[in-house]
């Protein structure tokens, strides 16, 4: 069951995710903001700065400053659990890191102008944010993948133009001047700590992520105090709290009890019979796994098995029967082991029945316990004894068999039976 549906920890971490895409939109839309606002104060400055070569290169960065704007804002848009999706992750970072480079290659485009320089603009600030960014989310490949293009970015400028032991031109001069103005420094500074802030944010979200999945544990180890392994790490709180109502179904059930576990057991050690019961638990357990039923409960040397709750009806039954005749197959090679030791051979009575049955779970606040009620689970115990005392190992109703059609040929039937507890005749059958 659980192989169909998300796990709990992807649940929690894909909830995180969009959490941060949504923290990362807004960083975006304030980034941009903070660009703009910087970008068009040098342009307000540049016949003061002797910039007016310049006004094509900034009239381009306040333009990606929009571009980089409309992103943050698209990023908000789709970070809610309805619409986000994981691949737009990367679809947002491929955008911003082609915002970037355009906003870089504008700095570098002129060949009079050292590429160094590039590195004197905020911009390239806005590299080392982005890396930061990557640390909200839990994307690992996505952060290697936007980080690698990056890095290889800065080497193309790095590289690019550097005129490493030329004299500076004074015009290279003059923009280096207004880079480190008031308005980029503390463009800088706001970034640098918006840096800051991002580490921690995502030290917090990462202490958070764990304290979560911590409870999430605890909530889902105390629930499989009263519901079965099989189902529970599949259940949500909704679905909890649906079967402290019940729900109503229609099941197989099934009853199977090792015949004469009295006079099995006196005859050998309680230590033996702790091995004999943990041994045939052990069988019943791993024949239900494979054959999509649930142990409800061990009773003593009993166990009450259900089918269905995933299938209908007619699923359930064959389900029910297939489940029945591979507990006495392997019980046959349990008891052969048996026999080579000197062990007395066990054998075993199933009944079979199929019908409508309340599942939930069953007791007050201080114990509770996940269960199958009604008549149809009363009748297939009823059949369990009937195969006791007409010698089978295997009794189904009538039913039962009708909903398995094909394949059911080998079972004979015994008539009808006045069943304990029931008013009416069942019609049964035993292999």
Not at 7 to 31: G, H, N, P, Y
Not at 108 to 120: E, K
Not at 154 to 179: K, R, S, W, Y
Request: some cysteine.
């Amino acid at each position: 069951m659980a192989s169909n549906r998300e796990t709990l920890a992807a649940k929690i971490v894909a909830q995180a995710d969009v959490k941060a895409e949504r923290l990362i939109s807004v960083l975006r839309m304030a980034l941009a903001t903070m660009l703009f606002i910087g970008v068009s104060y040098v342009l307000s400055q540049t016949d003061v700065a002797g910039l007016e070569g310049r006004l094509t290169e900034l009239n381009f960065l306040r333009l990606g400053a929009v571009a980089y704007f409309t992103l943050g804002a698209a990023n908000f848009y789709f970070s809610n659990a309805l619409r986000f999706r994981p691949w737009m992750s990367w679809a947002f970072n491929f955008a911003e890191v082609a915002i970037v480079s355009f906003q870089l290659y504008v700095d570098v485009s002129d060949p009079l102008t050292p590429s160094l320089l590039a590195f004197a603009s905020p911009v390239l600030l806005i590299v080392a944010l982005v890396i930061c960014v990557q640390a909200l989310r839990s994307q690992i490949f996505l952060h290697i993948a936007t980080s690698s293009l990056l890095l290889a970015l800065c080497a193309l400028v790095l590289f690019h133009n550097p005129q490493i032991g030329m004299p500076i031109p004074d015009a290279a001069l003059i923009e280096l001047q207004a880079l480190y103005s008031l308005p980029p420094i503390l463009i800088r500074l706001i970034m640098l700590i918006a840096m800051a802030g991002l580490i921690g944010i995502a030290v917090y979200q990462t202490k958070k992520l764990v304290e979560r999945v911590g409870r999430e544990t605890e909530t889902a180890e105390n629930r499989k105090r009263f519901i079965p392994n099989e189902i529970s790490d599949a259940m949500s709180d909704l679905d909890i709290e649906a079967l402290r109502v019940g729900q109503e179904t229609d099941l197989a059930v099934l009853f199977v009890d090792i015949r004469g576990f009295t006079a099995v057991a006196e005859l050998i050690s309680p230590r033996e019979t702790a091995e004999l019961l943990s041994e045939f638990r052990a069988q019943v357990t791993d024949v239900a796994l494979e054959n999509n039923g649930i142990v409800d409960k061990f009773i003593g040397d009993g166990a009450l098995l259900i089918f269905g709750l995933n299938s209908d009806i007619s699923q359930a039954a064959k389900d029910a029967l297939a489940c029945a005749r591979n507990i006495l197959r392997a019980t046959e090679r349990w008891n052969d082991a048996r026999k080579s030791e000197g062990l007395c051979p066990i054998d075993l009575a199933i009944g079979v029945h199929t019908g409508p049955a309340i599942i939930g779970a069953v007791g007050d606040t201080r114990r509770l316990e996940f269960t199958a009620i009604g008549t149809t689970v009363n009748l297939a115990s009823r059949l369990e004894e009937v195969a006791k005392k007409h010698n089978k190992n295997l009794v189904v109703s009538r039913s039962t068999l009708d909903l398995v059609g094909a394949g059911a040929d080998d079972f004979r039937p015994i008539g009808l039976v006045d069943l304990r507890g029931s008013s009416q005749a069942m019609e049964v059958l035993a292999l």
